[in-house]
């Protein structure tokens, strides 16, 4: 693939016979050894993930967190010593620029983009500095970012890491060494697994991947796509860019006002989102279940009765959900009562679909 | 896998048993691997009269549709019931248990348009 970028684990991608495809301006692998199989072991064991084509930024400054609450929709001033937490740039009508996790780390932040977006944010940034004071670093196709999920992620990873894991709690992250390497260690993922999310230089990770693999796939570690990625995202109810959340779609209608803080004096979208909620009359994401075997998929249209209500922003079959046919719609507001039949337009036919509750999947305990 | 000799193949990767003038359709080994994990089928309808090379259905891997076409024409006689509770039936055993379904066969002559097994095993590893 001419013009695509690679990672640092380009070679152990290929060497696993991962199927490359391009994704956000890089090459990476969407399976290995097929998506059933990776989905199983992230739900049953532990699934490792090459996500080094994400936007990895730091942000250094005395005003950093007062400059980002005013371009973003959640609390970033309130954050603690070494937490994560997720969050939105939104555009002046309230659409979304981008979703992203913020990491307090000693001394400087780091922000991680959607590899789609990074360039778009990179530029964001910069072009919303004003008189901050905030310095911006790109690590973007520099730094490694690697995940293990899945309920072995613990056993798995704290044999090889000098910090107590057990200790770090779920959206905090901690500096330490893995394998002997510095990492930025981080409990947070994008399959509502327990798991942890790895950062690390470029140089370090082919050698980090290719231990944890040798030391864990006899217990059922596998490499895991971006393919079996998107399954477990849906399963666990989490918009993908691009599907719930657009420069069009916004936080609310995608159903993320948990991530809303309004009572922040003021921030880009602010007004847009306000009068949205206060006439709640906009069309909204939705869960679906379909009720049979074809699985809907985006761009199918959805129907209340005879009233074209909407559209399907995702689709699969859902392992973790018995093998049902999930997705996610968006739907007028009258068409976005739980347990209401609707009806998705799959070829020459109209399929029933009930409008459920997110997640699809919950992991136990 | 080398492809069955005793079969006739299509470009779009199907292949065909003919026993009289009764065909017996489904996708290749070299399909069902492409595809990935295979989780819907949509077959045509028993009696539905089909036009060779016409698209016919849907075969759907996790991620995606693809159109299924029949490498023959005919009225579809019966259709592989057992892929509506185990669709992965066609990842496991593509050119034997994972058929998809039968024609009777309208024109014999369309056979000629199709692949022999070493003909179809060249596109396979373009």
């Known amino acids: 693939m001419s013009g695509m970028k690679r990672t ?235 599907h719930e959340l657009t420069e069009e779609i916004t936080p609310v209608q995608a159903r993320q006002t948990w991530a809303l803080k309004m009572s922040k004096p003021s921030f880009v979208g602010k007004e847009a989102l306000a009068g949205q909620l206060e006439r709640d009359d906009y069309s909204r994401i939705v869960g679906l279940m379909m009720a049979g075997r074809a699985p809907a998929r985006e761009g199918y249209k959805v129907f209340l009765g005879d009233r074209e209500v909407g559209e399907v922003r995702s689709g699969s079959t859902a392992p973790a959900c018995d093998n049902k046919n999930i997705a996610t719609a968006l739907v007028s507001k009258e068409a976005a009562t739980l347990g209401t039949t609707l009806g998705v337009q799959i070829r020459d036919n109209r399929h029933d679909a009930v409008v459920t509750a997110l997640p699809f999947y919950k992991r136990s305990k | 896998m080398a492809q069955p000799q005793d079969l006739l193949y299509s470009k779009e990767h199907e292949w065909v048993k003919l026993d009289g003038d009764i065909a017996t359709v489904g996708v290749t080994d070299y399909a069902q691997h492409s595809l990935g994990d295979i989780v819907y089928v949509e077959l045509p309808r028993v009696g539905k009269t089909l036009a060779q090379f016409g698209n016919v259905g849907v075969i759907e891997s996790v991620k995606a549709v693809s159109d299924l076409f029949t490498p023959i024409g005919g009225a579809v006689t019966e259709i592989n019931g057992a892929l509506d509770a185990d669709p992965a039936m066609v990842n496991r055993d593509a050119f034997g248990e994972g058929w998809l379904f039968k024609v009777k066969v309208g024109n014999p002559g369309e056979a000629a348009n199709l692949l022999k097994a070493d003909d179809y095993d060249v596109l396979t590893k373009e």
């Not at chain 1, 944010?121 to 520099?142: E, F, I, P, Q, R």
């Open chain 1, 8 to 242: 640092a684990l380009h070679d152990e991608h290929v060497a696993l016979g991962g199927r490359l495809v391009p994704f956000g301006g890089f090459e990476m692998p969407v399976q290995y050894a097929g998506i059933l199989k990776e989905h199983e072991a992230v739900r049953k064991r532990a699934g490792l993930f090459d996500l080094s084509h994400m936007g990895q930024f730091i942000l250094q400054g005395d005003n950093v967190a007062e400059w980002a609450d005013g371009l973003t929709i959640n609390a970033v001033g309130t954050m603690k010593p070494l937490q994560a937490r997720y969050n939105m740039f939104c555009n002046p009508s309230g659409g979304v620029h981008d979703d992203v996790i913020f990491y307090k780390l000693d001394g400087r932040w780091m922000l991680v983009v959607n590899a789609s977006n990074a360039d778009k944010m990179w530029a964001h940034l910069n072009a919303n500095l004003g008189d901050s004071g905030v310095k911006l670093t790109s690590l973007h196709g520099h730094n490694a970012l690697i995940a293990m999920q899945g309920p072995k992620s613990l056993a798995m990873m704290q044999p090889h890491v000098d910090v107590d894991l057990d200790a770090l709690k779920y959206y905090f992250c901690t500096e330490g060494n893995v394998y002997g390497k510095h990492a930025v260690i981080a409990r947070t993922g994008y399959t509502g697994e327990d798991g942890f999310e790895l950062f690390v230089n470029g140089p370090d990770a082919p050698g980090i991947w290719n231990a944890l693999l040798a030391d864990h796939r006899g217990d059922g570690l596998e490499p895991c796509g971006l393919g079996a990625r998107d399954v477990l995202r849906l399963e666990a109810g989490m918009p993908l860019y691009g």
